[in-house]
Nanobody
Framework: QVQVVESGGGLVQPGGSLRLSCAASGNTFGIYRMGWYRRAPGKQRELVADITNGISTNYADSVKGRFTISRDNAKNTVFLQMNNLKPEDTAVYYC?????????WGQGTQVTVSS
């Protein structure tokens, strides 16, 4: 019913920036929340940021002040602007979309922060 596709990952030096995109398609009218998660090797998946009803946002403590989540409601797309990236931000970043009775996940996009 809903498809989610992430893009924008890549290799960046410490202190650099990346902007990730997450496009939802299909039956998108019921989406009330979208979020970004990440999974580093050997670690559990963790919430990075989410946005509910296009207004309310939450951030992990580790990214506050550096990352910003936003949503383009007309295009059903969520962005994650990542500034001042650190090596510990290296992970596969996943996007999800919540409807009232289900959650849909993308396949992820790799972010590598290294000098």
């Amino acid at each position: 019913q809903v498809q989610v596709v992430e893009s924008g990952g890549g290799l960046v030096q410490p202190g650099g920036s990346l902007r990730l995109s997450c496009a939802a398609s299909g039956n998108t009218f019921g989406i009330y929340r979208m979020g970004w998660y990440r999974r580093a090797p050997g670690k559990q998946r963790e919430l990075v940021a989410d946005i509910t009803n296009g207004i309310s946002t939450n951030y992990a403590d580790s990214v506050k002040g550096r990352f910003t989540i936003s949503r383009d409601n007309a295009k059903n797309t969520v962005f994650l602007q990542m500034n001042n990236l650190k090596p510990e931000d290296t992970a596969v970043y996943y996007c999800n979309a919540d409807v009232i009775l289900n959650t849909y996940w993308g396949q992820g996009t790799q972010v590598t922060v290294s000098s």
